[in-house]
């Protein structure tokens, strides 16, 4: 009998033994194709030789020294790396060890940056329905999926949620796409007004919505709107790139498809690519001298982080993303990818859209094509279809649509950037 407490207890999973290039081998001989690298965490694959090289040789060195007392040469190199490539005015780095982290820092961090600047009333957070930010209790509260947060719902923070942009279902027939992410846009100046605008912290968004809708990304124009508005009120505006950032949508970060630059950045899974577990929170210097001039301190931390191994990994990660050429080979690889699926499934009946950027692509499942209507629930037409792949031989993350009436089951695929054209 196993001692460990699996996710999911009711079907005890099976154990991997090793992972080869875009492969992950159990203990009976069957490979897998890792077809989400996880959940878009493998973006180099398995056994990359530089990044476990890497680590064993900053293990060797210097596996641990507290932050509050040291830095560290690699935490130091890897915040350059990621300054040197971010987008607009982001400038410094504070490393986390995961993607909830992250997101539970930026939220501290927007929160302090407000009253160190003399605006104590600003508390509220709004984010979109259908986001997912992690799974600790503020990330949950941020986050809207109702199936996630629903047991918890008593013990989480009041959050603002308006609607996500989703052309896919929210779109009008006789607007265009342009003004349809005006319209959405609009949800969140109407929020603010509502909760008065001295009194909105942040508002928080994936810039390609990935767990709880499917790669879903937003319309050209939406988040230039969205930062609008956030200026116009002094709203920070945080963008979770957890998943969808680090090269996965074909830039190093996601945002920069869309035009705009955050107050605050979170990333982590591809950051470490599944060798370390490592996030990271990139705010802009406003932000930071904010601190800087007031308290001198951010009231937040954890034992890990900014690892000197985790933060070595993430740089021979960012490193290999930058120097082999991977992100031109993401939206090759994404025209690839895409093209297969439209020839195999673009008239399936129950397949109602394909969409996605770069190497994070999505399918959503429908009973009816034609109004697009879901799934009942009780089908569990998203478990089923990951047993079966998983039986063939297939990673996939499909997910359950808690529609909230409108939004459907769905699976996501993100492969390993490594993946060659017979894969
Ligand atoms: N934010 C987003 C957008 C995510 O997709 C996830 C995880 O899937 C998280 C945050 C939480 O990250 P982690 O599971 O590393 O805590």
Redesign the pocket.
């Known amino acids: 009998m196993s001692h460990v407490f699996p996710r999911q207890i009711a079907a005890p999973p099976v154990k991997a033994v090793s992972g080869e290039g875009c492969y992950l081998i159990d203990d009976s001989g069957k490979w897998y194709f890792d077809g989400s690298g996880g959940?878009?965490v493998s973006c180099l694959g398995h056994g990359d030789a530089a990044v476990i090289k890497a680590i064993q040789d900053q293990a060797g060195q210097l596996a641990f020294a507290h932050t509050g007392f040291f830095t560290s040469e690699p935490a130091e190199k890897l915040a350059d790396l990621l300054i040197a490539q971010a987008p607009g005015d982001l400038d410094r780095v504070y490393f986390v060890s995961?993607?909830?982290?992250?997101?539970e820092a930026a939220l501290k961090l927007a929160r302090q940056y407000h009253l160190e600047r003399g605006a104590p009333d600003r508390r509220h957070i709004i984010a979109r329905r259908q986001s997912?930010?992690?799974?600790?209790l503020g990330?949950l509260a941020t986050g809207g999926n109702a199936w996630r947060r629903a047991q918890f719902a008593p013990i989480l923070i009041d959050v603002s949620h308006i609607a996500p942009c989703y052309e896919y279902v929210e779109k009008d027939a006789d607007e265009t796409a342009f003004d349809y992410g005006q319209r959405a846009a609009q949800e969140l100046e109407d929020e603010i007004l509502r909760l008065g605008p001295d009194t909105v912290m942040a508002f928080v968004a994936?810039p390609v919505v990935?767990?709880t809708m499917g790669a879903v990304p937003a319309v050209e124009g939406y988040f230039k709107r969205i930062r609008e508005i956030c200026d116009t009120y002094g709203v920070l505006l945080i963008l979770?790139e957890?998943?969808?950032g680090m090269g996965r949508t074909g830039h190093l970060f996601a945002c920069e498809a869309d035009g705009v630059t955050p107050d605050i950045l979170?990333i982590?899974?591809g950051l470490g690519a599944g060798y370390q577990p490592i996030?990271a929170m990139l705010c802009t210097d406003a932000i930071y001298q904010a601190l800087a001039a007031g308290s001198g301190f951010f009231q937040h931390g954890h034992t890990y982080i900014g690892h000197p191994v985790a933060c070595a990994a993430g740089v021979a990660v960012v490193d290999a993303i930058l120097s082999r050429g991977l992100l031109p080979r993401v939206n090759e690889m994404s025209q690839k990818l895409r093209g297969a699926l439209h020839d195999a499934f673009g008239q399936h009946p129950n397949i109602g859209d394909i969409r996605g950027r770069g190497l994070f692509l999505g399918m959503e499942f429908v009973a009816d094509r034609a109004d697009k209507t879901p799934f009942a629930p009780g089908l569990n037409i998203a478990g089923r279809f990951k047993a079966a792949a998983f039986e063939a031989g297939l990673i996939c993350y499909p997910m359950r649509g808690t529609r909230d009436g409108q939004y459907g089951d769905h699976v996501l695929l993100a492969p390993p950037f490594i993946m060659s054209d017979d894969q």
Request: glycine share 20%; proline share 0%.
């Open positions: 959940a878009a995961g993607g909830s982290e992250a997101v997912y930010h992690g799974n600790t990330a994936e990935g767990a979770d957890v998943m969808c979170c982590a899974k996030g």
